[in-house]
């Protein structure tokens, strides 16, 4: 594989840095900060400062967000974060821990490991809420792809049902707690205050991030030829961790792409987006794969869940009777007739193969060596 090393000679020709100005580090209001927290170099900009520039709007995206749906700064709103609020916290969540992932070497590893865990568990507190949302999501567009076999079916509309009602309380139990919330926002604040205390090389260029892409690019290019390789006998784990990898670099090439000052890509800069363009359409698919074989484990595990419950109550002891009762809400949840769990697995199935077929095709184009070059050529000066 070529090195990515001209990889981004990508920030050659940097130009007299743009300071950091004060209104990029102070919190900007609502949909602004959701127009300025588009990823992206400006003009000139210095790497250095334009990947510090993009933390910071990605945390204030996060906390406008959080705050907006919450009902107020301080997390002390009556209403927790409705469905979108989550979903845009946790996109800039992944956005950030991409860049992070970008400045690995630079940051040193005890920094990067501690803003990698405090965005890790702000994302679990989070992760509840949207997985049910998913969850309904998915089987909705099983039954709109399949109607014939599945929307006529009581027991998948019994279903569809449920995980609606799921989605519902889960969405209101996301930060619930106003002292969750508090501590949610409180995180995020500190996690501001440190990355607008980074020392970045102002004047550096390809060489910031060249390690860390390299690596990026290179942990997906392996992980997708190893599934390449085992066709029949791919895992639902080994394609979500493949994803987390295309994700990174669809975000990287985007915060690396240079823009106009009207938000467009330069010329150069295009070449960089069509990179993440096809980054992120692989992530799609690779996202509904990792949700259906999620689906498909939840659909098979409940089938066995009724002896596990009650194996479990028999040797619950007072501690234990919580795990007792999470396996009964499981089951209760996730119970489907046979014939309907049958026709449910057939389907997903039937669209997990052909979605597998699809990324290991584009995973060939977007790790062929002509992705490599394409990436190597861009200038961004």
């Given amino acids: 594989m070529p090195s990515l090393a001209g990889t981004l000679a990508l920030t050659a020709a940097m130009g007299l840095g743009l300071a950091l100005v004060r209104s990029q580090r102070e919190r900007l209001p609502g949909r602004r900060s959701r127009r300025r927290a588009r990823l992206g170099l400006l003009g000139h ?21 959080l705050e907006q749906g919450g009902g107020g700064a301080n997390g002390r ?25 970008l400045l690995r070497s630079e940051l040193g590893e005890r920094a990067y490991r501690r803003e990698s865990a405090a965005l890790r568990e702000i994302a679990r507190q989070l992760s509840a809420a949207r997985d049910a949302a998913v969850m309904a999501a ?16 009581g027991g998948v509309r019994s279903l569809q049902q449920r995980l609606a009602a799921e989605r519902e309380r889960a969405r209101r139990g996301a930060l619930a707690e106003p002292a969750a919330r508090a501590a949610v926002l409180g995180e995020l604040r500190a996690l501001r205050s440190r990355v607008a205390a980074w020392c970045l090389p102002a004047g550096a260029g390809a060489e910031l991030v060249e390690h860390d892409l390299e690596r990026i690019y290179r942990q997906g290019r392996r992980r997708h030829r190893r599934l390449a ?47 993440a363009q096809r980054a992120d359409e692989l992530g799609e698919l690779l996202g509904e794969e990792h949700d259906l074989a999620v689906l498909a484990e939840h659909l098979r595990a409940a089938a066995k869940q009724p002896k596990r419950a009650r194996r479990a109550r028999r040797r619950a002891r007072r501690a234990e009777r919580p795990q007792a009762r999470a396996l009964d809400a499981h089951a209760a949840l996730w119970h489907v007739p046979p014939r309907s769990r049958k026709a449910l697995l057939e389907a997903v199935g039937k669209r997990r193969r052909k979605l597998r077929a699809r ?16 990436i190597a050529r861009a200038q961004l000066s």
Avoid: C, F, N
């Fill in 45 to 65: 900009e210095p790497l250095a400062l334009g990947l510090q520039r993009m933390a910071l709007e990605q945390i204030d995206l996060a906390l406008d967000t």
């Fill in 77 to 101: 709103g009556a209403s927790p974060p409705g469905e979108e609020a989550v979903h845009e916290t946790r996109k800039a969540i992944k956005r950030l821990r991409a860049l992070l992932r």
């Fill in 138 to 153: 998915t089987v909705d567009a099983l039954v709109e792809r399949h109607p014939r076999r599945l929307a006529r079916r």
């Fill in 229 to 275: 390789r085992r066709r029949r006998r791919q895992d639902a784990l080994a394609m979500h961790r493949w994803r987390k990898r295309v994700k990174d670099l669809r975000y990287a090439a985007e915060m690396l792409e240079r823009r106009d000052p009207d938000g467009g890509a330069l010329a150069r800069g295009k070449r960089l987006r069509r990179i």
């Fill in 359 to 374: 990324t290991l095709r584009l995973g060939a184009k977007l790790y062929a060596r002509r992705a490599a070059r394409a």
